[in-house]
């Protein structure tokens, strides 16, 4: 009797400590960043390829993805207001639906796989190949050195990527709009300025803003935290993107909460 | 390589911005390179208006909405509206608020006030703020719509509660008496109609007749015309005041005779009085009148008297020496 209640009473226990241990780990890191900022002499060499590579490079992915997503919400649209909703509408929808939803959480998804693992595998690697303690041994604090110029990054260039992927969404809609459905451009543009308010585009932004964060933090807390060989920069790279995607759609719906 | 990358990360910087700024801006629907002048209206209330809503000007767009606020120390609603400098206002133009389409987007157009005479506008103190007037929302009209709807609703239930089986047959068995009624009107008419021409013709006889009459007394009126244009009025009028001067002698003596009248009617009257009581008392028996008449002794004693008189008298006349002796001397 004892043994059959003891065991799930013992990973209820023991899962409870590893997510405190987990929350307090990332608390210390994400602090031991925030510390890391004021030395700017290791991180600002970074930070240029840093964000060339998160976010220059991850430009064609969120457009590529961006541009479909218009294309399907412009047909969508078009055969949902078939009858009594004027076809204009369809521009609203989209323009609407892109800037709001789907251009910074599609774009946050794909870029949690891109970059989060990118940066997950690479940090867990040098995890494992102890070449962070070498930067420790070098007097290279490794926080300054390879978190604080990918989180910069990230939150920088997060934005912009969706700023790329909300204009492409837009436009492949209004593309197919007037290409494949019985609409001109006055009328998809009259539909795309009629609900739009400047804030949609700051309430993107934000969420843009928050997913990088995101994205590029827990990225580096996973590769930290690999520990063993080949297969702990896997796990810390499937966790790097699980987490991600979790944390994103979560801020997702707290922004829509706190700010809509 | 270093300067490359650095290269194109701002130039995908500058992008991005550049992206963010004219995208919002074209979104707006803000007019590049435009010439633009604010305008502002004063409202009531402004229904389902937005910031960046369309102002249109007989239909074409010329700006948008700029800000929507409340009226410092009034109960209005002002509208910042930023439209085309070279839009071509009306004479006294006034912006009225209403709904473009069914789906709660709003409009403010500019009209001339001419154009919506019966529209109270809320003026507003302020030189150069445009009257304004919002229409009912689209909500508005169907609330009332809804309220009609529930009022039909209604009725519909009483008629049916009303208009049952036998109401049906009630109606039915009134329409056969009114056709029947019909008829027989249609029957009495016809009967009737020669009647009623014949009581025509009288008629046109007798409105001739009246014609004539009328005719005899315009004649007659013309001829008092005439008389009293020569004066045989005005003697008869002289002769009847002589008359009524008369008249009034006439009058005076008969109150005079009146009067005296009155004082013999009024010693007739006393007469008459001591006459009834002479009578009363003969018909009590009182005095000599009154014993004669009621006591028949007296009157039989009187004839005898009389009788014996009589006797005396011709005794007298036979014999007069008997009771007269003449001396002379």
């Given at each position: 009797m004892n043994g059959l209640w003891s065991a799930p009473l013992a990973w209820v226990g023991r899962s409870a400590l590893e997510l405190s241990a987990g929350f307090g780990r990332f608390g210390r890191f994400t602090a031991s960043a925030v510390r890391a900022l004021s030395d700017t002499g290791t991180w600002g060499r970074q930070l240029i390829e840093q964000m060339a590579r998160l976010g220059v490079e991850s430009i064609p992915i969120a457009v590529f993805i961006a541009a479909f997503t218009g294309i399907v919400l412009a047909l969508q649209a078009s055969y949902t207001f078939t009858g009594a909703v004027p076809l204009y509408f369809v521009g609203a929808l989209v323009a609407k639906t892109m800037i709001l939803e789907l251009g910074p959480v599609l774009t946050g998804l794909a870029l949690a796989g891109r970059v989060g693992a990118n940066i997950a595998s690479e940090i867990g690697t040098m995890r494992v190949t102890e070449q962070i303690d070498a930067l420790e041994t070098l007097a290279y604090d490794p926080v300054a050195y390879l978190v604080v110029p990918r989180v910069l990054a990230g939150v920088v260039m997060f934005p912009i990527v969706v700023a790329f992927a909300d204009a492409v969404g837009i436009a492949a809609g209004w593309i197919t709009s007037i290409n494949l459905l019985d609409l001109s451009t006055p009328e998809f543009v009259r539909g795309v300025r009629l609900f739009f308010d400047t804030f949609d585009v700051r309430y993107s932004l934000v969420k843009a803003t928050s997913f990088g964060l995101v994205v590029t933090l827990v990225g580096c807390f996973s590769g930290f935290g690999a520990a063993g060989g080949a297969a702990a920069v896997g796990r810390a790279t499937t966790q790097a993107v699980v987490l991600s995607s979790m944390l994103i759609l979560v801020l997702d719906a707290f922004w829509a909460a706190v700010l809509l | 390589m270093k300067k490359r990358t650095d290269v194109v990360v701002g130039a995908a910087i500058l992008a991005g911005i550049v992206v963010i700024v004219v995208g919002t801006l074209w979104l707006k629907g803000s007019g590049f390179g435009r010439e633009e002048i604010e305008l502002e209206a004063r409202f009531r209330e402004v229904g389902q208006l937005l910031v960046g809503n369309t102002v249109k000007l007989r239909g074409v767009p010329?700006?948008?909405?700029e800000e929507i606020s409340f009226e410092r120390g009034g109960d209005g609603v002002l509208v910042k509206m930023r439209i085309d400098r070279d839009a071509p206002l009306p004479e006294d133009p006034v912006v009225i608020l209403s709904p473009e389409s069914l789906f709660g987007d709003w409009q403010a157009e500019i009209h001339p006030r001419a154009q919506f005479p019966r529209y109270a506008f809320a003026e507003s103190a302020e030189p150069g703020v445009l009257p304004g007037y919002s229409l009912p929302d689209i909500s508005r009209l169907t609330a009332v719509a809804d309220e009609i709807a529930g009022n039909l609703a209604v009725l519909t239930d009483r008629v049916e509660t009303a208009f049952t089986e036998q109401t049906a047959e009630n109606i039915r068995q009134a329409i056969e008496n009114i056709q029947i009624v019909s008829e027989r009107l249609t029957g009495l008419v016809a009967t009737q109609q020669e009647a009623v021409e014949e009581v025509a013709r009288r008629l046109n006889e007798t409105t001739a007749t009246l014609s004539e009459a009328a005719f005899a007394v315009r004649r007659t009126m013309e001829q008092v015309d005439s008389a009293v244009a020569n004066g045989e009025i005005a003697a008869i009028v002289g002769n009847v005041a002589s008359a009524s001067a008369k008249f009034d002698s006439l009058s005076m003596e008969l109150l005079r005779a009146s009067a005296e009248f009155r004082a013999i009617a009024f010693r007739a009257d006393s007469a008459m009085q001591a006459m009834g009581a002479i009578a009363a008392r003969l018909q009590a028996g009182e005095g000599s009148l009154g014993l004669l008449l009621q006591d028949s002794t007296l009157y039989a004693d009187l004839l005898r008297t009389n009788a014996i008189l009589q006797a005396l008298l011709k005794d007298i006349q036979e014999n007069p020496r008997k009771y007269i002796k003449l001396e002379i001397f």
């Amino acid at each position: 009797m004892n043994g059959l209640w003891s065991a799930p009473l013992a990973w209820v226990g023991r899962s409870a400590l590893e997510l405190s241990a987990g929350f307090g780990r990332f608390g210390r890191f994400t602090a031991s960043a925030v510390r890391a900022l004021s030395d700017t002499g290791t991180w600002g060499r970074q930070l240029i390829e840093q964000m060339a590579r998160l976010g220059v490079e991850s430009i064609p992915i969120a457009v590529f993805i961006a541009a479909f997503t218009g294309i399907v919400l412009a047909l969508q649209a078009s055969y949902t207001f078939t009858g009594a909703v004027p076809l204009y509408f369809v521009g609203a929808l989209v323009a609407k639906t892109m800037i709001l939803e789907l251009g910074p959480v599609l774009t946050g998804l794909a870029l949690a796989g891109r970059v989060g693992a990118n940066i997950a595998s690479e940090i867990g690697t040098m995890r494992v190949t102890e070449q962070i303690d070498a930067l420790e041994t070098l007097a290279y604090d490794p926080v300054a050195y390879l978190v604080v110029p990918r989180v910069l990054a990230g939150v920088v260039m997060f934005p912009i990527v969706v700023a790329f992927a909300d204009a492409v969404g837009i436009a492949a809609g209004w593309i197919t709009s007037i290409n494949l459905l019985d609409l001109s451009t006055p009328e998809f543009v009259r539909g795309v300025r009629l609900f739009f308010d400047t804030f949609d585009v700051r309430y993107s932004l934000v969420k843009a803003t928050s997913f990088g964060l995101v994205v590029t933090l827990v990225g580096c807390f996973s590769g930290f935290g690999a520990a063993g060989g080949a297969a702990a920069v896997g796990r810390a790279t499937t966790q790097a993107v699980v987490l991600s995607s979790m944390l994103i759609l979560v801020l997702d719906a707290f922004w829509a909460a706190v700010l809509l | 390589m270093k300067k490359r990358t650095d290269v194109v990360v701002g130039a995908a910087i500058l992008a991005g911005i550049v992206v963010i700024v004219v995208g919002t801006l074209w979104l707006k629907g803000s007019g590049f390179g435009r010439e633009e002048i604010e305008l502002e209206a004063r409202f009531r209330e402004v229904g389902q208006l937005l910031v960046g809503n369309t102002v249109k000007l007989r239909g074409v767009p010329i700006g948008r909405v700029e800000e929507i606020s409340f009226e410092r120390g009034g109960d209005g609603v002002l509208v910042k509206m930023r439209i085309d400098r070279d839009a071509p206002l009306p004479e006294d133009p006034v912006v009225i608020l209403s709904p473009e389409s069914l789906f709660g987007d709003w409009q403010a157009e500019i009209h001339p006030r001419a154009q919506f005479p019966r529209y109270a506008f809320a003026e507003s103190a302020e030189p150069g703020v445009l009257p304004g007037y919002s229409l009912p929302d689209i909500s508005r009209l169907t609330a009332v719509a809804d309220e009609i709807a529930g009022n039909l609703a209604v009725l519909t239930d009483r008629v049916e509660t009303a208009f049952t089986e036998q109401t049906a047959e009630n109606i039915r068995q009134a329409i056969e008496n009114i056709q029947i009624v019909s008829e027989r009107l249609t029957g009495l008419v016809a009967t009737q109609q020669e009647a009623v021409e014949e009581v025509a013709r009288r008629l046109n006889e007798t409105t001739a007749t009246l014609s004539e009459a009328a005719f005899a007394v315009r004649r007659t009126m013309e001829q008092v015309d005439s008389a009293v244009a020569n004066g045989e009025i005005a003697a008869i009028v002289g002769n009847v005041a002589s008359a009524s001067a008369k008249f009034d002698s006439l009058s005076m003596e008969l109150l005079r005779a009146s009067a005296e009248f009155r004082a013999i009617a009024f010693r007739a009257d006393s007469a008459m009085q001591a006459m009834g009581a002479i009578a009363a008392r003969l018909q009590a028996g009182e005095g000599s009148l009154g014993l004669l008449l009621q006591d028949s002794t007296l009157y039989a004693d009187l004839l005898r008297t009389n009788a014996i008189l009589q006797a005396l008298l011709k005794d007298i006349q036979e014999n007069p020496r008997k009771y007269i002796k003449l001396e002379i001397f």
